[in-house]
């Protein structure tokens, strides 16, 4: 049976070839390709974001469909589901996530009471029409309250169908990185893809940076036995020591670690530590030949490594590439932003917010155990009310968490349960926003500032964008994974003798 006619104007880049698109880059849970094809007004100057799915879940083509495009037009169709692997979040590559720990879904139950919404889903239904990707709703309904427009893509919903995806994995597939192929595939059965703004292609070059944690947790919330490592050594530089200490004892392949880099310095807005950090990716990016996902290099849209016989002129090249970024990122009023949403999002560290967890729900639950998914409407108003408590607070560090003392009164105590309640809740989705914008990445262009693209050089701040990529929304169900791999971390890094001392130049009572 033909498939029925997508009811909107959201773009068919089947219309395209799948030659057309140039395999980009991928990470944990996407692949990206930028169009490369004749001009056409749609496309151009933008690139395609296609979901994947684990191996394990090709094994049964007809089953993978059952569950996807195949539906029966007679069920809405279930919202798709944002992949939240974290590569960089794990000390070594696992699996992806299993149903019980499935990645969130950014579905409203506004259709059982909005009679707007209830015809919009059951015309979805009948048109067996596949809802746009979480991400796009989550960087309309949050991030774009945030971080300004100017720092991030655009994003836009595109129509695919699975015979021409078929065609472009073939294509793809020899232009992946081995360890890729072997762990996962485009998901045929998408219906919807994103297309987004092409940050990397066309003249000029480009990088991609992840700059991670940006700053030390407030002791407030911290237990005795950790708080001393916590504020004096930052998460990333601790988590490194353990990739390290686990790389040495697996026969797994390394996962590369870019030694040395501290975020605090890129985070600092001190013309030095800057410096510092960008030497530090540019060393690590070396050393690992470009596997490094810490920075990524493009010229032209496509990722270069260094050359293995071009070891000499490294250290100018080394030197122009630190000099182009330095005023760059010192300008730009992104990482100040980041950090600050980072750690006021955070406020509780996971500590804290086991501690307030077990204090509602009892010591022995897993944290975030049988906490729904929080859907659209409910992240707004989570958006609405941070927003407000900033306001009020003035950046003071402060947050959830504050606690509050026994009552006489039944009545008073039935409504401090419930103020604990939604405490508990907005610590839990603050938590989860925080490690969006931990798991980030930047994406600097520069246009064409010299006669040869490959030797960079110095760019105007003005010029250049910084954007914002990467954000997509966080499932409850890995809280309880990230308050393990903290204590595994912390335990770890106890045993080093000289325990690096990380500078937070934008903690309260600092001078930025």
Known sequence: MSQPEPASDTPRVEDTSPLDWKYVA???STIVFSYAGPPRPQFDGTVLRLRKRPLSAHADAHAEEAQGAHRAPSQPQPQPQLSSTNKDEDPVPTPAPSADQAPPSLASPAAETDPDAAAATAAAAANDEEPDDPTIV???????RLLPRAHLPRLAAVHVARPWLAQLAAHAEPLRPPERRTRDAIDLARRKAVLATDLVSGDGWAVEIKPKWGFLPAP????PATRALKTR????????????????DSAAPAAEVAEGYCPLDLYSGEPA???RALEALWDAWVRSGG??????VFVRGGMVRPRVGAVSDLPALRAAFTSALLPILLHTPVLHTLSTLQRTLDALDVEGLAHLWAR????????????????????????????ARQRQQQGDGGGWGGGGGASENGAEDRHEEEEEEDELRDALLGYLLSASFKDCSLIVRMPPASPSPSCPSSSSPSTATVTVIDLDVKPLARLSKWAQLDAEIVHAYRAVREPRACVDARAAGRAC
């Not at 989550?138 to 774009?144: K, L, S």
């Not at 407030?220 to 237990?223: E, F, M, P, V």
């Not at 990333?236 to 686990?246: D, E, G, P, Q, S």
């Not at 596997?291 to 990524?296: E, G, Q, T």
């Open 26 to 28: 991928e990470g944990g």
């Open 138 to 144: 989550f960087q309309r309904t949050v991030i774009e």
């Open 220 to 223: 407030t919330h911290l237990a």
């Open 233 to 248: 050594t930052c998460r990333f530089c601790m988590h490194a020591h353990l990739k390290r200490l686990r790389q040495a």
């Open 273 to 275: 530590r800057v410096r």
């Open 291 to 296: 596997a490094v996902n810490s920075l990524r």
């Open 360 to 387: 509602a729900r009892g010591a022995g639950v897993p944290l975030g155990a049988g906490e729904r998914e929080p859907d659209v409407r409910e992240w707004a108003a989570f958006v609405q009310r941070y927003l």
